[in-house]
């Protein structure tokens, strides 16, 4: 036995309701390897180890650690086993110090009490065991997100962890940081320790994982060495087709700017700046894409043109109208659509029926209202026109939005948002959690906009999509505009400014 | 000289203005009332422009309440302060009618560090009063009385954890149901057993515990007779700080209620966590109804808790989640309750208005005005879906 | 632009989104199993105390004078059905209006408990203004009690929806406060010496108001006006009941109150001033609650003492009305007359003492108002049922 794989997956399988989010997948780790599990998001990945974490169990298939099949029905369990695991969005405590955070659920005890300086010795010891600096007593909310990280793998570690799985650990930090957690994952492997390194960056995944298991639609499609591989190769077998999807899109006919921000600025919800002297114009006729990595204010700085959040400095203009004080309905008003990003959150009323929902801008307007009294026959006969206009399937007026697949539901946002008859549309992660059908609608409106002469400010994570529909990209980062590229550049030229490297090297 | 130095300086000013003018230095000049209250005022405006706004509103309403306070007792009669104001007397007071709040509030605390909304602590205080009661009669012994108490409280616990929890059910709804229930369950047993007579007036009751401390000046008076529950409740205060911020259990507790999925992934059982601080959040509320009935008036009435778990549910909130704090809180209430009993001597009905002060100060503490009390960040949310 | 940790829970959470399943599923079956299983719960209890529990429910029934409805009845007992039935309709008016100060919130995501603080302050001011002016031209006199109890509610629930709309203190606390605060209020208001104590030489030792003089006492239409016959106050009470429906279903306030009950962010996002409506449906609710209390006083109470104040429970079962009726017009209609029934049903005055202990009986309906709220808070149930039909 003493050549068993640390840990093997046998044929695991598991559906969340009619949704099979991983069917019958294999995968083999071995021991001190890099083991990356690459997917597109909504690949399974996750699933996959959130099942070998305890916290899912599989409705099918076999865990085997060191060759011994084992039952994993909770984190406690999967802990016991020696199973770490450091999730995407960190699981730690907030107001609790990093040495608590790092013992909870194996406290150092005198007695009956919590022994608080064996656990900051503990800490202390890990930290400069495994190059990891920490500091015991800070506040996890006072902390940056690479010390969580650190503090979420030094958890592990300190639990005995032999497998180590990381859930895209780079998505949060910056170039620098992801260098050095991967220095750190090298001194693991080297000390036997096995790592599962979930990513969908293909970059990265070369450059750290010894081999690689792709995910597609919660299928395994092959496990590959990454010696010889490329990123063509990756990305083709990670997408299943041509990796650029282009748009068919005509000439530009540029017109006068639509909307203008002037040194605008703002901070998030705990009041830290989120926003920092964005200056930018999009013009009639052309689509910006704003591309950046998760988190770096995108949503903040959409909140601040919405009106949904104060800005602190500088000046907004939308369609000619100065819209910086102004609140949602003066800037919906003043011609601006917005495509929310979380559509459940913002875009769409669930508990609404589609009719109540596609009216949720002009409800008020003499066309569907007289004297603060509604007209529910008005609203429900422009539904049924819009919904066949846009091709919105799976219900009728009077169906509850909540009931749609995601695509539709997205559809209903879009027609609600361009009926409105726009100058200027903000679009915010525009297709994400979309199959590829309704991407394609999505993308072909959006480009139609721009034909007509609106201006599209489109914000999104993918990289992709900003590249195929932008006329021109501005990078975001740490609520910055640190760079403006034309769209067909590379896409290590973007990662370099994504990442906050361009700064330096224009200082240079 | 700092913001902070002259913003505590305004809440002493505030207080003071009401001391001077009452027993031992009844002062008669309204005058030197005013002088200290404006100067707390004073200090306290500047407080806010130095940015201490907590701290200088807090001076700020104290110099209000001591302005009026202290006007007042310079206009009445010196017999009747000396009536009302016999600091001994109101201390022991205080207590006795802090007592209950003590309980409900460690209670309250227990659950809602866990992150559980707990609505239902006057139900749970109520069932304690009655069962209290009834256990001490059964079995002629308070001591049982109390342990029946806890476990009826505990049950009604597990029923609210039950829902909470495992049903995932809105906590707000279903404690305010245990407070409903509570009031049919015990009034109905209560009728059934007791019928119109009433709990037997030989019903088992808590000791006080004499200290041989008469001779102490105003010490003596306060703490030389009180019920041993009033004891429980200020240990009980101490030992749920020791172990809420000093023991693992506290740190495994606090874990579920600001961050479950962290606690889950750290392995712990959040499930069981909740379960058991909400059980032990009925025992304790209902070892405060159980003060009510056994230990300070010797029967049980139909909702004899009139409210005082909604006060305990006001003291935490306005305590902030922390044991100390809300043990300040509840004293706060209480000598409010104790000066109340005592104010008839000028007005017999205007008195009544001081059982309003709890809801009043609470209603101005969750508006945010002396700062914001921060709850735990998962308190009210039921745990997701696996 | 990442979602929270917890990502299964959307962002911004109303108490009317997280009991959205239960207030859209399972039709009109899940209430009544509900009140099926609170009932055979009650039952249990009557039985394990020695009692028979058909019987007890069946006094109660007649109590409540639905019997009246039942074609087969005899002369005799229909006169004193019709009186049991007038007294449940007396307590039908109140229960509709303070379900509705509960619906009317929930359905903007606001639990508002304080519907006992607002119907005490609406029968505060409407006892005050039904009690002077003695002289004033009858309707008008009825007119401005009412409308002084209307606005007196709508003031003081719109303290916990400015609360909530200025600081965002949660409408829960600031609801639970203002209803205590009410209480010792009213309690000090009508208590001796207090300004609102009557002025009656013979009473000046009993902390009571003044009665409500001739002309603003509401008509009564069935029954004898001594025997406390039934008032038009019911009537009113029904309008509201439309004024809430069209309100809710039929106008810009009542679809912005939708809006924002089922999602503030999506509502703020299209422009709807979400404070505002929290401060607007606030005050709607204490509005309800206030007449509640207008009408009570107007219609059959004629007066308040202080210990009505602290032993006042009724506002409290609106929670109970509303939850079971979903938080709509019909619902909340039936949920009312449910509890009315049994209130009267249980009372000294209608329940047959030889039968089942009135006080008992008060108390059983305390208990089965609790279980039907508690099994209301969770959608275990509905998720059942609707999983079962779409498996058939």
């Known amino acids: 036995m003493a050549d068993a794989p640390a840990l093997e997956l046998r044929g695991i399988t598991k559906r969340f309701g009619t949704l099979v989010a991983n069917n019958a997948v294999d995968f083999e780790l071995r021991r001190g390897e890099i083991h990356a599990l690459l997917g597109e998001n909504g690949a399974g990945k996750s699933t996959l180890m959130n099942v070998l974490y305890g916290l899912h169990q599989p409705d099918e298939g076999q865990i085997l650690l060191d060759g011994q099949p084992v039952t994993i029905d909770s984190p406690r369990r999967a802990i016991g086993l020696g199973i770490g695991m450091v999730h995407q969005h960190f699981m730690l405590v907030p107001v609790m110090t990093v040495a608590e955070n790092l013992v909870l659920g194996a406290e150092p005890r005198s007695g009956p009490l919590l022994d608080y300086k064996t656990a900051t010795r503990r800490v202390r010891e890990l930290s400069s065991e495994y190059g990891l600096a920490v500091d015991p007593d800070a506040k996890v909310e006072d902390i940056g997100v690479g010390t969580q990280q650190r503090v979420e793998i030094l958890r592990a570690l300190f639990r005995g962890a032999k497998v180590l799985v990381l859930d895209e650990p780079t998505a949060v930090l910056t170039a620098q940081e992801a260098q050095d957690l991967f220095k750190v994952l090298r001194t693991l492997t080297a000390a036997g320790t096995s790592v599962v390194f979930i990513s969908h960056k293909l970059n990265e995944v070369l450059d750290i994982a010894d081999r690689v298991t792709v995910l597609r639609r919660g299928e395994k499609v092959d496990t590959v060495s990454t010696e010889g591989a490329t990123e063509r190769s990756l990305a083709g077998l990670m997408v299943g087709r041509d990796v650029l999807l282009r748009v068919e899109k005509t000439e530009q006919k540029l017109g006068e700017p639509l909307l203008e921000l002037e040194g605008v600025s703002a901070v998030d919800d705990r009041g830290l700046p989120a926003v920092n002297d964005v200056t930018l114009r999009v013009r009639a006729g052309e689509i910006v894409g704003l591309a950046g990595v998760d988190a770096n204010g995108q949503s903040e700085l959409i909140e601040t043109i919405m009106g949904l959040r104060a800005p602190t400095a500088g000046t907004i203009t939308a369609a000619g109208v100065d819209v910086t004080h102004a609140g949602p309905r003066e800037t919906l008003n003043a011609g601006v659509s917005h495509i929310a990003e979380d559509r459940h959150r913002r875009g769409l009323v669930l508990e609404f029926d589609l009719a109540e929902n596609l009216c949720l801008r002009e409800y008020k307007t003499p ?52 009926t409105a008859d726009p100058k200027v549309i903000i679009a915010a992660q525009p297709t994400r959690g979309l199959d590829v059908g309704a991407i394609e609608f999505v993308h072909r409106r959006l480009v139609e906009e721009r034909d007509a002469g609106k201006g599209v400010l489109l914000v999104s994570l993918e990289l992709e999509e900003i590249r195929s529909l932008s006329d021109r990209v501005l990078v975001i980062y740490e609520g910055r505009i640190v760079a403006e590229l034309p769209p067909e550049s590379s896409e290590e030229d973007f990662g370099v400014y994504m990442t906050g490297g361009g700064r330096d090297e224009r200082a240079a | 000289m700092t913001a902070k130095r002259i913003g505590w300086g305004a809440v002493v000013l505030g207080f003071l203005a009401f001391f001077v003018a009452v027993p031992p230095l009844t002062v008669r000049s309204p005058i030197v009332v005013i002088v200290i209250a404006v100067a707390a005022m004073a200090a306290g405006s500047y407080a806010i422009t130095a940015g201490e706004k907590r701290l200088g509103w807090g001076g700020i309403i104290a110099g209000m309440i001591g302005l009026v306070g202290g006007y007042a007792a310079t206009q009445s009669g010196v017999a009747n302060l000396e009536r009302v104001v016999v600091w001994g007397a109101l201390g022991a007071a205080t207590l006795r009618y802090a007592t209950p709040l003590i309980f409900g509030a460690v209670g309250g605390l227990f659950s809602e560090r866990a992150g559980v909304i707990n609505i239902g602590l006057e139900g749970m205080m109520l069932m304690g009063a009655f069962f209290g009661a009834w256990g001490a009669d059964v079995t002629s012994s308070w001591l049982l009385g109390i342990v029946i108490a806890i476990a009826a409280g505990a049950v009604f616990g597990a029923i609210h954890a039950l829902f909470a929890v495992s049903f995932r059910a809105d906590q707000i709804v279903s404690g305010t149901a245990l407070n409903l229930l509570a009031v049919g369950v015990t009034g109905y047993l209560f009728v059934e057993v007791y019928g119109d007579l009433g709990t037997p007036d030989d019903l088992p009751s808590v000791p006080n515990v004499s200290l041989p401390i008469d001779w102490l000046p105003l010490l003596g008076d306060i703490f030389g007779d009180l019920n041993l529950l009033v004891w429980l409740a200020l240990a009980a205060v101490l030992m749920t700080w020791v172990f809420m911020f000093r023991t693992s259990w506290g740190l495994r507790l606090r874990s579920a209620g600001e961050n479950p999925l962290a606690a889950e992934t750290a392995g712990l059982n959040v499930v069981r966590t909740r379960y058991l601080a909400v059980m032990a959040s009925g025992g304790l509320a209902a070892m405060g109804g159980a003060f009510l009935s056994i230990g300070f008036l010797h029967t049980f009435t139909q909702n004899m808790t009139a409210g005082r778990g909604f006060i305990a549910l006001a003291a935490l909130i306005f305590g902030r989640w922390r044991p100390g704090l809300a043990l300040a809180a509840t004293l706060l209430f209480g000598f409010g309750s104790a000066l109340a009993q005592r104010l008839p001597v000028f007005s017999p009905s205007g008195a009544v208005l001081f059982q309003a002060l709890p809801y009043v100060l609470t209603l101005i503490a969750v508006t945010g005005l002396i700062g914001r009390s921060i709850p735990p960040l998962a308190l009210g949310r039921p745990l997701p879906r696996n | 632009m990442s979602a929270p940790p917890d990502s299964e829970l959307p962002p911004n959470i109303t108490v009317a989104s997280r009991m959205a399943t239960f207030f859209r599923g399972g039709g009109i079956l899940a209430p009544l199993i509900t009140i099926l299983v609170a009932f055979l719960a009650g039952g249990l209890v009557v039985l394990a105390t020695g009692h028979n529990p058909i019987e007890t429910y069946q006094a109660i029934f007649k109590g409540s004078g639905f019997n009246w409805f039942f074609p087969w009845l005899s002369e005799d007992d229909r006169i004193i059905a019709a009186l049991n039935l007038q007294q449940t309709l007396i307590l039908t008016t109140p229960l509709i209006l303070t379900g509705l100060a509960v619906a009317f919130a929930f359905r903007c995501g606001l639990f508002n408990i304080g519907g006992q603080g607002q119907y005490i302050l609406g029968s505060i001011f409407a006892v005050w203004v039904g009690s002077s002016f003695d002289g004033m031209p009858a309707l008008l006199h009825v007119l401005v009690a009412m409308l002084a109890g209307v606005l007196a509610g709508a003031v003081w629930a719109g303290i916990a929806g400015l609360l909530k709309a200025l600081a965002g ?59 406390q016959g039934l008032h038009i106050g019911i009537f009113i009470a029904l309008a509201a009941l439309v004024v809430f429906w069209v309100l809710l279903n039929r106008t810009t306030l009542g679809y912005e109150v939708r809006a924002v009950g089922f999602n503030p962010d999506a509502a703020e996002a299209s422009g709807i001033n979400v404070r505002r409506n929290y401060v607007m449906v606030m005050a709607i609710c204490g509005a309800f609650a206030g007449l509640g209390g207008a009408l009570d006083l107007l219609g059959w109470q004629f007066r308040i003492a202080t210990n009505d104040i602290q032993t006042h429970t009724l506002a409290f079962f609106g929670i109970a009305v509303a939850l079971l009726g979903r938080n709509t017009a019909i619902g909340t209609l039936l949920g009312a007359l449910l509890f009315a029934g049994l209130l009267t049903g249980t009372s000294v005055r209608n329940l047959d003492p030889t039968v089942f202990e009135p006080q008992l009986a008060t108390n059983l309906t305390y208990m089965i108002q609790g279980l039907v709220v508690l099994l209301i808070s969770t959608d275990v149930l509905v998720v059942y049922l609707l999983r079962r039909r779409r498996r058939k």
């Open chain 3, 169 to 227: 203190t949660n409408e829960v606390i600031s609801t639970i406060m203002l209803n205590w605060i009410a209480i010792w209020t009213g309690v000090w208001i009508f208590n001796l010496g207090s300004p609102l104590q009557n002025d009656n030489p013979d009473q000046v030792d009993v902390p009571v108001s003044n009665d409500i003089v001739e002309g603003a006492k509401l008509p009564v239409f069935w029954g004898d006006p001594q025997l």
């Open chain 1, 367 to 418: 066309a569907f209202s007289s004297r603060g009294f509604l007209s529910p026959s008005k609203m429900v006969a422009r539904a049924r026109t819009l919904l066949k206009e846009f091709d919105v399937r799976g219900g009728d007026p009077e169906t509850r939005a909540g009931s749609l697949s995601g695509g539709n539901q997205q559809k209903v946002v879009i027609a609600r948002e361009l």
